[in-house]
């Protein structure tokens, strides 16, 4: 009778290890492309980033590089922690996934937050960004410069923002109406001309608002994604500390 107990759970046991096998390849390649969209957020979308005024979508993305560099360190430790039995690590490794699940599921709720708010944010400060720091704070002069071009934009709100900026009012701006990268066709001191054919006339707040709105919510489908994906791996992973102690009590 106990012969056979023994052989029911160590049955149950290596079920159990297999479905972690998988987990884990699973839960490296989600790790995987969560890692790709963080440097990917950090490469591609980040210099504009420097016109915000709080730290909340920079803190984000780098919480969620953590998460995916973690990742991969997780999956190794599960694997070899559910090939060689060992109870104090697999303790360990639930933790560790304990943690992932919680920063990711802040990243998650933040950003579905934040998403909501950004809009708010822009209105009460971009406009004041571009007026005061154009030409004069070199991070965020690059940075207007790089929103204006790739959203094919022109201050703000809209171009003649730029009649009140201390750029223009301090004769930083030459002959200038305003700057080269509202242009349609960037040249040097082609921001002499403000008709329509020559410049992009509206504003940068919308599309950016639009733009970071819609990266957001990538950020928390992401997150919140991958919880419930780990969700399964905690339950699991307690399964299979109970099962070894019963294994190990056993014999």
């Given at each position: ?21 998988v ?5 490296l390649?989600a ?15 980040y ?7 709080t730290?909340?979508?920079?803190v ?40 992932i ?7 998650g ?17 971009l ?7 154009y030409?004069?704070d ?47 066709s960037?040249?040097?001191e ?18 950016m608002a639009?733009?970071l ?5 990538i ?20 399964q299979?500390?109970f099962?070894?102690?019963?294994v190990?009590?056993?014999?």
């Open positions: 009778m106990v012969r056979n107990r023994n052989k029911e759970e160590c049955c149950t046991v290596n079920q159990l290890k297999s479905v972690l096998y987990f884990n390849l699973v839960f390649l790790g995987l492309g969560v890692l790709g969209i963080a440097i990917w957020t950090i490469a591609d979308k210099k504009y980033v420097q016109l915000l005024t730290i909340t979508y920079p984000l993305t780098y919480f969620l590089l953590g998460a995916g560099g973690l990742v991969l360190f997780v999956t190794i430790l599960g694997c070899c922690t559910v090939w060689k039995n060992n109870r104090p690590y697999l303790i360990f490794y639930i933790f560790l996934l304990l943690l699940f919680l920063v990711e599921a802040m990243v709720i933040v950003g579905y937050v934040y998403e909501e708010q950004v809009q708010n944010e822009l209105e009460l400060h406009n004041e960004t571009f007026l005061t720091f030409k004069i070199e991070d965020k002069t690059e940075a207007i410069d790089f929103l204006q071009e790739k959203f094919h934009c022109c201050g703000a709100v809209i171009y003649s923002d730029w009649d009140y900026s201390v750029w223009r009012r301090e004769n930083l701006a030459g002959f200038n109406l305003v700057p080269d990268s509202c242009c349609k960037v040249s040097i082609c921001g002499r001309r403000t008709h329509p054919s020559n410049i992009n006339s509206s504003g940068c707040m919308s599309k639009e733009h709105r819609g990266h957001l919510i950020l928390s489908a992401v997150g919140l994604g991958i919880c419930v994906l780990q969700i399964f791996g905690i339950i699991f992973s307690c299979l500390y099962k070894l102690k019963d190990i009590d056993d014999v």
